[in-house]
């Protein structure tokens, strides 16, 4: 089995367990290594958690620590710091973007890469980190580049992009994924603590809950960039080479 690495590239720390948390857990239980580009610290969120654990001035390095811990609940062991700014990144120069993306896929040559598909992050940052991805892959030479992987906030995007073309069935590490949304305290405790407490009372939610976690699964389209975006026959035939798992 290959052991070539997967990079993925996300603006917030959170961003790796909301959107691909399940299929981090499965990657890390194949033995595939995850390199992953967090753009920023996540110093302009609005959750300083429930009950208060930051304030503004703390809030960066507990966020770090929660991503940290997250990585290591996920088994990603090469988590990257890009030092830029939370809710500024579509204001950054493009060029400053891409450049440690594209210095990451010449040094990592990864077999994959995932990022939020561009203009489907529905959040600035994520587009705008996006389409760093994009712009960095563009500068490898096209047989040199590895398959980009795009994830969507909402299934609003099924009408956008028509079907994933990759669908991973992450219950199996349901778990895991639970525990890293967990280490993200500050942003999701309360949550976590309102969902439990539902649960306990009202058995018709609980159902659903468990119904949902037993259909959970990862949803990912190739964003084509021979075509800038316009998607095509192309991906079709790449859609019949893509594994879950190399
Ligand atoms: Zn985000």
């Keep these: 089995m290959s052991k070539q690495p997967i990079l993925m590239v996300f603006p917030h720390p959170d961003d790796e367990t909301f959107a691909l948390g399940g299929l981090l857990a499965l990657h890390a239980a194949e033995g595939t290594p995850v390199t992953y580009l967090c753009a920023t610290r996540g110093e302009a969120g609005r959750n300083m958690g429930q009950p208060l654990r930051a304030n503004r001035e703390t809030l960066p390095d507990i966020r770090e620590a929660e991503l940290r811990e997250a990585c290591a609940v996920l088994g990603i062991d090469d988590l990257r710091l890009l030092g830029f700014r939370d809710r500024m990144l579509e204001f950054e120069n493009p060029d400053d973007l891409a450049r440690p993306v594209l210095e990451a896929l ?36 096209s047989e040199e ?24 069935p992450t219950a199996a590490y349901g778990e895991t994924v639970r525990a890293a949304f967990g280490a993200h305290r500050t942003q999701t405790a309360a949550d976590i603590a309102r969902v439990e407490a539902r649960m306990a009372a009202d058995e018709a939610f609980r159902a659903q809950v468990e119904e949902n976690r037993r259909n959970m699964a990862v949803k990912l389209w190739i964003y084509p960039l021979e075509t800038n975006g ?8 790449q859609r019949q080479d893509l594994h879950p798992v190399p």
Excluded at 122 to 139: G, I, K, L, N, R
Excluded at 155 to 162: D, I, K, N, Q, Y
């Design 145 to 168: 580049r590895p398959v980009l992987l795009g994830t969507v906030f909402s299934e609003a995007a099924l009408a956008a992009l028509g079907e994933p073309d990759l669908v991973v």
């Design 106 to 141: 010449r040094e990592l040559r990864p077999w994959r890469v995932y990022t939020y598909y561009p203009e489907h992050g529905y959040h600035p940052d994520h587009d705008a980190m996006s389409w760093a991805v994009v712009q960095a892959m563009q500068q490898l030479p």
């Design 230 to 237: 316009v998607r095509g026959e192309r991906e079709q035939q």
